[in-house]
């Protein structure tokens, strides 16, 4: 039986695939049976999602995924390049031979999700490689919120273009 955890991380991989586009409604009955988990493990899958600003809850409408104001995404996207900016010039300072090979295979794999056209997986790993950059540094703190961040973006795309 799955917890919130891999609910939650279900869902986060769906909105970087785009397969979940801001404004659409998560039904709990429906999420109850996609994941055959009971109504409360869904609800706090929800919550937590909505505490990391992937989930809106409207009252009495439900959860939807969220959908950023023109302001909201300009401020995301400032955060995301202060953000990313620090963890480059800390990854690049202290970067080993190791650690640059899983950054090769990563950048590898993308390659060829773009080759054999696989858009749902390139748009996937595009978004994973800024997290496994922030994952070098050992900092969970960071790599949680950058995950955020990339999911946050994918759904400003998605809306935006």
Known sequence: MMDETQIVDKIFRSVLEQRLLPGTKLSETDLCALFDVGRMRVRRAL?????RGIVEHHPHKGA???RYTPDEAVEIFKARVLLETMIIKEVCAHMTAEQFDVLSAHIDEEAQSRREDDISAHVRLSGLFHVRVTQLLGNNVLTEMMRDLVTRTSLIVARYG
């Open 64 to 66: 939807f995924i969220a």
């Open 47 to 51: 919550l937590i999602l909505s505490s």
